[in-house]
């Protein structure tokens, strides 16, 4: 069983910066790939970032890159989402999730946080 814990969340002014946390238990974490989606209101939950189980493979949306940064600290049982430059568009319930591969689809991942709220005001 897997626990994931997102916090970090809150309000920004557009441009501003945010570092998502999510804090993991269960001893599969550090064997496990991690992903960064979000859910706008209204809208279907996106693909934000992975990490593979080792933290030396990412990928990121299109909409993210240059902008985003995710990683991980095995130690910790912690994936941050450091994220810069933010947009409006940023707005959402950001989860994190736990996978076998770091994929950008939800079925590629069988446990989820909670969610944070990020909203960045113009």
């Known amino acids: 069983q897997v626990q994931l814990v997102e916090s970090g969340g809150g309000l920004v002014q557009a441009g501003g910066s945010l570092r998502l946390s999510c804090a993991g238990s269960g001893r599969t974490f550090s064997i496990s790939a991690m992903g960064w989606f979000r859910q706008p209101p209204g809208k279907e939950r996106e693909f934000v970032a992975s990490?593979?189980?080792?933290?030396?493979?990412?990928r990121y949306a299109d909409s993210v890159k240059g902008r985003f940064t995710i990683s991980r600290d095995n130690h910790k049982n912690t994936v941050y989402l450091q994220m810069n430059s933010l947009k409006p568009e940023d707005t959402a319930v950001y989860y994190c999730g736990r996978g076998n591969v770091y994929g950008t689809s939800t079925s590629q991942y069988d446990y989820w946080g909670q969610g944070t709220q990020v909203t960045v005001s113009s």
């Open positions: 990490i593979s189980w080792s933290g030396g493979s990412t």
